[in-house]
């Protein structure tokens, strides 16, 4: 089969699996709305700048909660089938995607949800929801490509939070400054520095996944 009809075949099994167990994600969204609920009570009113950060800490541990399952929860087993049946690129190629739509469901959700509790003070939403796609899909990459990595450890979770860490934190600060541009309504032209920097960023995280996931899987 050719890369696309693979990718396109493991997509679909991933959200069947997805589907007969619901209670992973199910606890991922009751994750994220405890956790704005007890924000909630416990600061009451928060600052425009408290806000955002706020949202972006809330949707890095979800992700980190939703993402890690991604290769870990795989048998050796299972593993060894898809090794036989599809190319490494299909596979991560295929984590990448469905983990990028994963983390965009949960983060419409989340600011959903966030913007009902607290007073939602976004100046410009579709430069916000930008925002949130490209943390989507910033997320979704660097922590399928540590999740693969991780999964080759027996101490997997805790590797993971270490690996991720040097990484994550310069994506969190540009997020966090894109956004925080959406919610003050500036001109969208004093963010493209910051638009062009997570482009780039995601395209050569994805690009260093393909080529070196393959060395992983065949271990």
């Not at 007969?20 to 600052?47: D, E, K």
């Not at 800490?57 to 299972?78: C, D, P």
């Not at 983390?103 to 100046?123: H, K, Q, R, S, W």
């Not at 520095?193 to 899987?217: G, H, K, R």
Request: charged share 10%; proline share 2%; glycine share 4%.
């Amino acid at each position: 089969m050719s890369l696309y009809q693979q990718v396109r075949a493991l997509l679909y099994k991933e959200i069947v699996l997805e589907w007969r167990s619901r209670y992973a994600l199910n606890g991922i969204l009751l994750y994220v709305v405890s956790t704005i609920f007890v924000c909630y009570l416990s600061f009451r009113g928060l600052q425009a700048v408290t806000w955002n950060a706020l949202f972006w800490i809330i949707m890095l541990f979800a992700s980190i909660n939703a993402v890690t399952k991604s290769f870990v929860q795989e048998s050796r087993g299972r593993q060894l089938y898809f090794y036989t049946i599809a190319s490494a690129q299909a596979i991560i190629l295929t984590k990448i995607i469905y983990n990028v739509f994963l983390l965009f469901l949960l983060a419409v959700l989340a600011l959903f949800f966030y913007g009902i509790v607290f007073t939602n003070p976004v100046g410009d939403p579709a430069l916000y929801l930008l925002a949130v796609v490209l943390g989507s899909i910033s997320f979704a990459s660097v922590f399928t490509l540590i999740s693969s990595i991780a999964s080759k450890a027996s101490n997997s979770s805790a590797l993971m939070a270490i690996l991720s860490f040097p990484v994550i934190i310069p994506l969190l600060i540009l997020l966090i400054k894109l956004s925080k541009n959406a919610m003050d309504g500036l001109d969208r032209a004093s963010s493209y520095n910051e638009i062009a920097v997570l482009l780039a960023i995601n395209l050569i995280v994805i690009t260093v996944s393909l080529l070196l996931f393959p060395y992983l899987w065949r271990d």
